[in-house]
């Protein structure tokens, strides 16, 4: 049968897709067919595959569904072009092009060809680029290798979610291709701003930190900065700033506000970050257990690292937010990775922290029905009975200075 390639709208039929996905993907349709390479689309080809699965870690089961899925693409002119052009816009278009926000689709759209594994295989054809970035920049090949192991660790995550061996967030790895992000062992580091509404402190004489939110927030009795529907509010934080001095509500060692204010003489303390600041934001991979050695094996790695190959980047400190930075976990399971984990950074209250994450990381699905949540292990019972109780779960967050180390 006779198909008309160039025409985006003649082939939204064939390829299976509905108004959400002619929506999202016809942009750009005719540029980047001009660049079609023909049957041989380098990142359908088995060699290929190989190559991303032996760099990643991939298993078995994951390697077989991507070679599939790779070959159902090249056998299908249509599905090659659409794939090409997936490439062509995440990675190819200039600005000058055209803006093409996202290729990837949002749950719930019909996929071209019932084939997600093209997603994943668009979303990692810079790995040429990747590795010549990798060499021109002297990183080594180990560290490329601990990075693309995310492809492996989403593709189980996808098995666990839909019995499937495929990767769903490809989102996510764009990162590691542009590159703005690199696995130094057990942790992610990636290139970020300081965006949290919390004033850091630091003494002028040596490396005391005291964090410090914005006035007339509501607090919970617990010290959270409220995020959950139905949490009470217990007082209200203040903040000034004049003589010279900042009274304001301090985060605690646990990362809850206390309810005295403090008086900050700023002859002894300065301001240390300023908004928009450059960060490394951590990230925390799912997978092998978080033990506390390998956890400061990887500060370690990013204190030299980072200064060695981006001395360009002039990063004031490393933070995170996450779920696993809840204080309350660590009362709970003071004995656990969990809790070593915590200790090994400054913990302050994020904005608005609720207990999304906890349910979504924990039981996999932030809206599961209490009573319905699976029990297999000690942290699922203790989520679920704090929440019996009427509590609350609340993320939070963790700061750390360039090359220090705590815990
Ligand atoms: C981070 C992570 C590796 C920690 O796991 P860990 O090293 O096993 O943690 P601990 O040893 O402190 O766990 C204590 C208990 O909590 C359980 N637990 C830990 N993380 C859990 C999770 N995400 N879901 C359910 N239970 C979990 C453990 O199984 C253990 O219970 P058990 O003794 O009955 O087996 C794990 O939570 C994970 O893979 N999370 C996904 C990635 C993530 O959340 N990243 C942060 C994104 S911001």
Not at 147 to 155: F, G, I, M, P, R
Not at 330 to 345: D, I
Not at 378 to 401: D, N, P, Y
Request: hydrophobic share 40%; with cysteine; glycine share 10%.
């Amino acid at each position: 049968m006779f198909m008309n390639f160039h025409d985006f709208f003649a082939l939204v039929e064939p390829l299976g897709i509905d108004s959400a996905g002619r929506e999202r993907w016809h942009g750009g349709w005719g540029q980047s067919q001009e660049s079609f390479p023909g049957q041989g689309v380098y990142f359908l080809q088995e060699d290929f595959v190989n190559e991303l699965a032996e760099l990643s870690g991939m298993q078995e089961d994951g390697l077989i569904a991507l070679q599939q899925g790779a070959r159902q693409i090249r056998e299908s002119e249509m599905l090659s072009r659409f794939a090409w052009h997936c490439h062509w816009r995440l990675n190819l278009a200039a600005p000058e092009d055209g803006f093409f926000p996202s290729i990837l689709p949002e749950p719930g759209m019909a996929i071209p060809g019932g084939n997600r594994h093209l997603f994943t295989l668009a979303t990692l054809a810079p790995l040429p680029r990747l590795k010549k970035y990798y060499s021109v920049r002297g990183i080594s090949r180990q560290v490329l290798c601990e990075t693309l192991h995310d492809l492996q660790v989403w593709t189980e995550a996808g098995f666990q979610k839909t019995g499937q061996w495929v990767c769903l967030n490809n989102n996510w790895l764009h990162n590691h291709m542009i590159p703005n992000l690199f696995a130094l062992g057990r942790l992610e580091f990636q290139f970020g701003q300081w965006h949290h509404s919390i004033q850091v402190y630091k003494k002028r004489q040596g490396d005391q930190l005291c964090f410090i939110p914005g006035g007339n927030q509501a607090v919970s009795a617990d010290g959270f900065r409220l995020g959950n529907p139905g949490e009470q509010s217990a007082f209200m934080t203040v903040f000034h700033e004049e003589n010279g001095q900042v009274t304001g509500n301090p985060a605690n060692i646990a990362g809850t506000l206390e309810r005295q204010p403090v008086c900050l003489d700023l002859k002894d303390w300065e301001l240390y970050i300023k908004f928009g600041e450059p960060v490394l934001h951590l990230h925390i991979p799912a997978g092998a257990p978080l033990r506390k050695e390998d956890c400061q094996a990887s500060l370690q790695r990013a204190w030299t690292f980072f200064p060695k190959y981006f001395p360009e980047f002039k990063f004031k400190a490393v933070c995170c937010t996450s779920w696993l930075l809840d204080p309350t976990l660590s009362g709970y399971l003071p004995a656990s990775n969990l809790a070593a984990f915590q200790s090994l950074f400054h913990l302050y209250p994020i904005a608005e922290a609720s207990g999304w994450q906890t349910m979504q990381r924990v039981f996999g699905d932030p809206d599961i029905e209490i009573s319905k949540a699976p029990q297999k292990t000690t942290l699922q019972k203790i989520v679920k009975e704090h929440l019996m109780k009427g509590r609350f779960w609340h993320s939070g967050g963790a700061f750390l200075l360039p090359g220090e180390s705590l815990g």
